[in-house]
């Protein structure tokens, strides 16, 4: 099944803790891209990227890193979270212009 | 500069009423549309795109949405709707060919018995 598969579902953590959420997609899409969501706020990007080793920031790129070694791969760190950054996160990917596959989220919790 | 708005945050319907979803969106050419759906707790799933061609687009689950160039719209319409269709639905747009996309602030529908 052709999907995008990111993980934990749930995180609660404290202040300055370091974290990485994994994404891992399996239909050898390119293009993959976090996004965060907040209420009243819709979708915002927080990082995409083109391919291996390219990656570009969006709309709220700060506090977040990405990597993309591999091309199935794309894990988001919080390398010191910040309780502003509580939110529920997608990632996603897709070939161009076809529109977007989305994982099931991620809800983060800073405290 | 790209932007898409969905005026009404929340919506109500009646099952089996007809449902229209509004989206405006700003873009130079000729864009691409989508229309999304997230279930409570999930993620977002595709309802229907529009690229170019026919104005009409029809997607999963009984949706429709049409898009008017002069109005600058792309509509989400279902004729009956079911209680499951309650959900929040996101209208998007992006640069044809690239992929920068923007998405809408979200319409939450909710379905009376």
């Known amino acids: 099944e052709a999907q995008v598969t990111q993980n934990p579902r749930y995180l609660i953590t404290v202040t300055g803790k370091k974290l990485t959420v994994t994404c891992s997609q399996n239909m050898n899409h390119e293009y993959m891209s976090w996004y965060r969501q907040d209420p009243g706020l819709g979708l915002r990007q927080i990082y995409y990227?083109?391919?291996?080793?390219?990656?570009d920031k969006g709309d709220v790129p700060e506090g977040y890193k990405v990597s993309r070694k591999e091309k199935r791969n794309f894990p988001l760190i919080l390398e010191s979270p910040s309780p502003n950054q509580t939110s529920l996160y997608f990632c996603a990917s897709m070939d161009r212009g076809r529109g977007y596959t989305f994982g099931s989220g991620t809800r983060l919790t800073v405290v | 500069a790209q932007s898409v708005t969905q005026p009404d945050i929340h919506i109500t319907v009646s099952e089996g009423a007809s449902l229209e979803l509004r989206c405006n969106y700003s873009y130079g050419a000729t864009p691409y549309l989508f229309w999304y759906v997230q279930s409570p707790g999930q993620g977002l799933q595709l309802l229907l795109k529009?690229?170019?061609?026919?104005?009409l687009v029809q997607g999963i689950k009984g949706f429709e949405a049409e898009f008017k160039r002069s109005q600058s719209s792309f509509n989400l319409r279902k004729p009956s709707v079911h209680w499951s269709d309650a959900a929040e639905y996101f209208c998007a747009v992006g640069a044809g060919g690239t992929y920068k996309y923007i998405f809408g602030t979200g319409t939450r529908l909710k379905v009376l018995a």
């Open positions: 990227s083109m391919n291996v080793e390219v990656t």
């Open positions: 529009y690229f170019s061609g026919d104005t």
